[in-house]
């Protein structure tokens, strides 16, 4: 009988001997949809400390949300927290390298293309959108602290404070990346951090 039953998990006695089964392996979702345009910012092409930024930005952008705020004569409620969407991450990557490759820091590229179209070719159904970009030059990048101050940035100003807070936007998208930037009458090139934070609501 003991013979019959080694290595088996009947009966109360024996139950405590047996290892409990292991869960399923669960892969983590993709940083970004396997889409074709997206294969350039996709998993194992952006630096990983990086897409840790980004996601310490989101962090940050719900802390404020969870207690509310004021962004000048507006004041905001608690909001519930946004959600990194992959369509949305590919989006604000893909803007952030465009504007590092062309030297612009703009919501809309130089053919005119805004957020919406963009998310148009990424197959998200927006209802309501909002984007809005940042660099930050430091003569020493530091990923982390460079998603601190931008949030800050963004907090402080008025044109961009409202899409940290508002209700309407429920997914949100964020790329961050170090480059140069060249200031107007500047010598030389600085050290930055480019950003792109596109928000919306699907349809």
Same mark, same amino acid.
């Given at each position: 009988?003991?013979?019959?039953?080694?290595?088996?998990?009947?009966?109360?006695?024996?139950?405590?001997?047996?290892?409990? %089964?292991?869960?399923?392996?669960?892969?983590?979702?993709?940083?970004? %949809?396997?889409?074709?345009?997206? &294969?350039?910012?996709?998993?194992?092409?952006?630096?990983?400390?990086?897409?840790?930024?980004?996601?310490?930005?989101?962090?940050?952008?719900?802390?404020?949300?969870?207690?509310?705020?004021?962004?000048?004569?507006?004041?905001?409620?608690?909001?519930?927290?946004?959600?990194?969407? %992959?369509?949305?991450?590919?989006?604000?990557?893909?803007?952030?390298? &465009?504007?590092?490759?062309?030297?612009?820091? $703009?919501?809309? *590229? %130089?053919?005119?293309?805004?957020?919406?179209?963009?998310?148009? $070719?990424?197959?998200?159904?927006?209802?309501?959108?909002? +984007?809005?970009?940042?660099?930050?030059?430091?003569?020493?990048?530091?990923?982390? *602290? *460079?998603?601190? *101050?931008?949030?800050?940035?963004?907090?402080?100003?008025?044109? $961009?404070?409202?899409?940290?807070?508002?209700?309407?936007?429920?997914?949100?998208?964020? /790329? /961050?990346? +170090?480059?140069?930037?060249?200031?107007?009458?500047? +010598?030389?090139?600085?050290?930055?951090?480019?950003?792109?934070? $596109?928000?919306?609501?699907?349809?």
């Amino acid at each position: 009988m003991a013979t019959a039953l080694r290595g088996t998990c009947v009966g109360a006695l024996l139950v405590f001997a047996c290892d409990p %089964p292991l869960p399923p392996e669960q892969e983590s979702p993709p940083e970004v %949809p396997d889409l074709r345009a997206c &294969d350039p910012v996709a998993d194992g092409e952006w630096p990983e400390p990086w897409a840790e930024a980004e996601a310490e930005v989101l962090a940050r952008i719900n802390e404020l949300r969870a207690e509310g705020g004021r962004c000048g004569e507006l004041q905001f409620a608690p909001a519930p927290p946004l959600r990194m969407h %992959p369509n949305l991450r590919c989006a604000a990557r893909l803007h952030t390298a &465009d504007m590092i490759e062309r030297a612009y820091v $703009s919501s809309v *590229d %130089p053919d005119g293309l805004g957020l919406g179209a963009r998310l148009g $070719s990424l197959e998200y159904p927006a209802a309501t959108f909002a +984007e809005v970009v940042a660099v930050v030059t430091e003569d020493e990048v530091d990923e982390l *602290d *460079d998603a601190a *101050d931008v949030v800050t940035a963004w907090r402080d100003n008025l044109t $961009s404070c409202w899409q940290l807070y508002a209700r309407e936007l429920t997914d949100v998208g964020v /790329g /961050g990346r +170090e480059a140069t930037y060249m200031a107007k009458e500047a +010598e030389a090139p600085q050290r930055a951090a480019y950003w792109t934070l $596109s928000l919306a609501a699907p349809r």
